[in-house]
């Protein structure tokens, strides 16, 4: 018998998949590998020294996602899952103890946490609150995120930073980053390592959604999945590990199981670790790329779990919340000590689980302790090492325990001990990983890789999938990936034969049109389709209407193929997910895409028929249409008012790549290719931790840019967000859209103050009184002891001395041409001092003068100095101090070639040694050039 669908793993993910697509009519079959359901969401029992049973359950601490507003509670609902099952809401404190001593209760909920740090940290009172409502909005972004079709709001803002370099900008304080980062014991990484979106997400919904525990644990509820799916006729194969995947081109044809027998379906959903299920796929190229980039995605952490069964409750052995972490160092810290195998210096966590379920075991209770863990600390299964390590450590656990609650020792019926390696026999998850992919700074949102795979009627979904894990995320991510299978209409392979004229497919879109969703907009469309003529679709005064003539301007165009556009229509494939994929491109305003699936959101009339209005749009395409010019009228008008003023491509670029961090560029392989107005295209590799510019154009290239340089410019220097940028049409991206997201977490294009690169716009006056105003006083006290070249070799070493070692970094090495002169020139003083004879014979006294005036005024015209120096010391962000700096350099250097063009002339004008007065010219000189950059820089 073939399926329709067949999934791999009944864990959590899997189970959920099966419910739904069982409900949409679909014959499936899930292969189970263990004995029971549910992966890492199961219970199990063990006989106490008294005889009797204890139940465990063997993962989840607490879940989010379970009020009754989440997209997850209601989709689980509506597919009939909860109805025999009880969430139970957990609103005890979670409790640091930290350092052994002192105590923190972290409430469960959103304004009393909120309330508990202004206590503690008042000086940051305004900063809380900031951070608690951007709480507020990520939740409202987040709880429907998978009934919704679009992107998370704040995903890229939050996604390319650490959990700790976020919160840093709201509360700098160590102290309160620790406490704010709690649920990192639970996450898998330490604040510096996390991705803040991921951390940010799972807080939000804990303390605005609620925290829960089903009652009868995680097994509860994949025994009840289980029940379902049997009832829909499902077929659940258990103890049936599939071994082998049999594929032909892009295609899942069959797999075979432990007990040799094989299984054929049309449709494949991997419900477990990717990095095994593509082990079993044998003699297919196709998957090569795929398994490369996996190999270099860093898997998260593991844990160790010390279950112990107690005879009594938890309280009475004086455990008094459900959730305690024991926190004797720093998350970083302990995080790293465990990566070292030293378990003895580490943070822990205790579960009392009947604090949250009381009927869990009558016959007492249980409690786990739990830390994170690594593979890499345990030797081979089965092996004395291994039995001794495990005895070991389990003991370890168990004394750090009884140090807090020692009464526990009396209570205690069952010892259990689980390592890594138990993990991953039980699910077959690399390294006992129990978050599928690290939820780190690269990792993190549309940079973990998701459902798809080099198979087109095969997905992944559950922890190593879109969104993540835990119970939230793998429900959530089960959802999102069936709904791409439910969309596709029949087997993939008769779509060419099924797909619909395109005018049908344009007057369909019409006829969805949502007068309600487009109040007040005015959009016009420009579709291109391989080889047709274009589309033109205008919204307007609350209607659409696809247009006949080509319109005199186009605010948005979107480039596809017919058969993407029909998968698009039909709901077959997300418009989001087709552009993230890079099978639409998209110019011009991209909001106006993002915003379609809502403006044409009406359910289709029954009677719809296509009325054939466009029969001209269905021509195969004569006109060159070239739509490669990316929001034309925009880019016109900046630069018109900008080309003066924007660095050279080459600078720019050059610029970019000293910002590389190339700790953020581990395991990646990315060729860009920019394209600039009507220069030359530039390539750029990210390969081996290395970014650098290639000579000529690579075999292949992941992703394309297009833009003007002036938009370029603006994003690397006036801090023009190149989100934005792409949203607003100013930018066209095309191939993997991923890798342009990337950027400013390769490049640091940071907008933060770089004090060693940036001016110092505090400059004391003190010094620059003094300093114009010492040569001038030196040489009204020695004009008489000494000649006026000693002198002014004096006071020009004094300035340049000044410039070169008093003044900031940043400014000494933008005048750096100008310090340079004003050596050379004091250099020629005193030798000239030393030898006159021999210097008024070779040069005239006034030679080096001119030259001076000379130079000064060639680097105020080039600015090179400038020029060069910024893109070699520093790639700074904000452009409008770049450009103003640009300015302000050259105006000096000017100002400077002016003064010493005075100075000389009233040397050759007034008689000696009135003629030393030039010096007051001087001075004026550097107090204008003290008042201003500043007043130019606004301070
Ligand atoms: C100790 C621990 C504590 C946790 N605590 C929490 C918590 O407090 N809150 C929370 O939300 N989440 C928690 N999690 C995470 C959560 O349990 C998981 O993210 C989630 O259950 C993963 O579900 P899944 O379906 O993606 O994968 P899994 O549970 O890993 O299921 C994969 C399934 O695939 C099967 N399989 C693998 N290979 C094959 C094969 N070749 N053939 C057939 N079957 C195969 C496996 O046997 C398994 O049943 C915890 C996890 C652990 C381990």
């Known amino acids: ?134 709480i507020k909005n990520l939740y409202e972004d987040m709880k429907d995120l998978i009934l919704k079709s679009d992107a998370p709001k704040y995903q890229t803002e939050l996604e390319s930073i650490s959990l700790y370099d976020f919160l840093k900008k709201y509360v700098d304080d160590e102290n309160f980053i620790e406490i704010f980062s709690y649920l990192c014991s639970y996450l898998g990484l330490p604040p510096k390592d996390l991705n803040a979106f991921y951390y940010m997400v799972a807080i939000s919904s804990f303390l605005l959604g609620g925290s829960y525990y089903i009652k009868g644990g995680s097994g509860h509820i994949t025994k009840i999945m289980k ?269 060419k034969n099924e797909i619909l004229p395109l005018n049908v497919i344009m007057d369909g879109m019409v006829a969805k049109f949502n007068p309600a969703n487009a109040v007040d907009k005015h959009i016009i469309y420009k579709f291109i389709f391989d080889g047709y003529n274009p589309i033109y679709l205008e919204i307007k005064d609350n209607t659409a209407k696809l247009l006949s003539a080509e319109p005199s301007h186009v605010d948005t165009t979107i480039t596809t193929t017919h058969e993407t556009w029909y998968k698009i229509a039909f709901n077959e494939l997300s418009g989001q997910d087709a552009l993230m994929d890079g099978l639409v491109s998209c110019s011009g305003n991209l909001r106006n895409f993002a915003s379609m699936p809502k403006i044409f959101d009406k359910e289709i009339p029954d009677n719809f028929s296509s009325n054939e209005t466009n029969n001209s749009s269905n021509e195969p395409n004569t006109s060159n249409s070239n739509d490669n010019n990316v929001s034309e009228n925009n880019t016109k008008e900046i630069e018109n008012t900008f080309t003066k003023e924007l660095m050279p491509i080459k600078a720019i670029m050059n610029g970019m790549l000293a910002g590389f961090d190339s700790s953020k560029a581990e395991g990646l392989d990315i060729r860009y290719k920019f394209s600039f107005d009507n220069q030359k295209p530039v390539y750029l590799e990210i390969k081996n931790n290395t970014a650098k510019l290639l000579s000529r154009e690579p075999s292949k290239i992941d992703t394309t840019i297009i833009t003007t340089h002036e938009t370029w410019h603006r994003i690397a220097f006036e801090g023009l967000d190149g989100e934005d940028a792409l949203m607003d049409g100013l930018i066209k991206c095309e191939g993997n859209l991923k890798n342009f997201a990337l950027m400013p977490t390769l490049f640091n294009t940071s907008e ?95 030679f080096l003068d001119i030259v001076l005036i000379l130079t000064l005024f060639i680097s105020a015209g080039t600015n090179s100095s400038v020029m060069s120096e910024y893109s070699k010391i520093s790639f700074h962000p904000s452009v409008t101090k770049t450009k103003l700096f640009k300015i302000i350099n050259r105006n000096l250097t000017l100002l400077w070639a002016l003064v010493f063009a005075i100075r000389f002339i009233l040397m050759l004008v007034i008689p000696s040694p009135l003629n030393n007065l030039s010096y007051l010219v001087i001075m004026l000189g550097i107090i204008i050039s003290y008042f201003y950059p500043k007043s130019k820089l606004g301070h």
């Open 227 to 495: 029940n379902e799916l049997e009832k829909h006729n499902a077929n659940i194969h258990l103890s049936s590990e599939v071994i082998e995947i049999h594929s032909q081109n892009d295609k899942i044809i069959s797999v075979t199981t432990k007990n040799k027998e094989v299984f054929e379906a049309y449709e494949f959903i991997f419900a477990c670790d990717p990095n095994h299920i593509f082990s079993l796929i044998k003699n297919n190229t196709i998957i090569n790329d795929y398994v490369n980039k996996l190999k270099f995605l860093e898997k998260s952490i593991s844990a160790s779990q010390l279950y112990i069964a107690l005879d009594c409750s938890t309280k009475e052995v004086d455990i008094n919340t459900s959730h305690l972490f024991i926190n004797n160092l720093s998350h970083q810290d302990s995080y790293a000590n465990i990566k070292a195998g030293n378990f003895e210096n580490s943070n822990f966590e205790l579960t009392a689980y009947d604090q949250m379920d009381c009927d869990l075991n009558k016959n007492g209770s249980f409690l786990c302790v739990s830390s994170a863990d690594f593979i890499t600390n345990w030797p081979e299964r089965n092996t004395e090492m291994y039995k001794q390590k495990k005895e070991q450590i389990s003991q370890l656990f168990l004394e750090k325990v009884l140090k807090f609650f020692p009464k526990i020792k009396q209570h205690i019926q069952v010892l259990e001990f689980a390592t890594p390696r138990t993990m991953q026999r039980y699910t077959n998850n690399t390294n006992g990983s129990i978050l599928g992919w690290a939820q780190n700074i690269q990792q993190g949102g549309f940079n973990r890789p998701s459902f798809k795979t080099p198979f087109s009627n095969a997905i992944t979904i559950g922890a190593w999938s879109y969104p993540g894990g835990g119970f939230e995320g793998v429900i959530s991510s089960s959802i999102l990936g069936v709904n791409r299978i439910l969309s596709k209409k029949e087997n993939s392979n008769n779509i």
């Open 752 to 846: 933060e103050e770089d004090n060693s690169t940036s001016p110092n716009l505090k400059l004391n006056p003190v010094i620059w009184v003094s300093l114009a105003l010492v040569p001038w006083i030196f040489y009204w006290i020695t004009h008489n002891i000494f000649s006026p070249s000693i002198v002014s070799a004096f006071s020009i070493l004094y300035t340049t001395f000044f410039i070169n070692f008093i003044k900031p970094k940043n400014f000494r090495s933008i005048t750096k041409l100008e310090s340079i002169n004003l050596a050379a020139f004091s250099i020629y003083n005193l030798a000239s001092f030393l030898n006159p004879v021999l210097f008024k014979n070779i040069i005239s006294p006034f």
């Open 1 to 134: 018998m073939k399926y329709d669908v067949i999934i791999i793993g009944a864990g959590l993910s899997g189970l959920t998949a099966g419910i739904q697509l069982v409900k949409s009519g679909k014959k499936v079959c899930l292969l189970e590998k263990h004995k029971i359901p549910g992966g890492y969401a199961t219970n199990f029992t063990r006989k106490g020294f008294n005889e009797k049973f204890y139940t465990f359950d063997s993962s989840i601490h607490t879940i989010s996602g379970f009020n009754k507003n989440c997209s997850v509670y209601k989709t689980l609902d509506n597919l009939g899952i909860l109805k025999n099952i009880e969430i139970l809401e957990n609103k005890q404190y979670t409790t640091i103890i930290k350092n052994s001593k002192e105590t923190i209760d972290i409430p469960n909920n959103f304004e009393e946490f909120k309330i508990m740090l202004i206590k503690n940290f008042p000086n940051f009172s305004s900063n809380i609150n900031s951070l608690f409502e951007f």
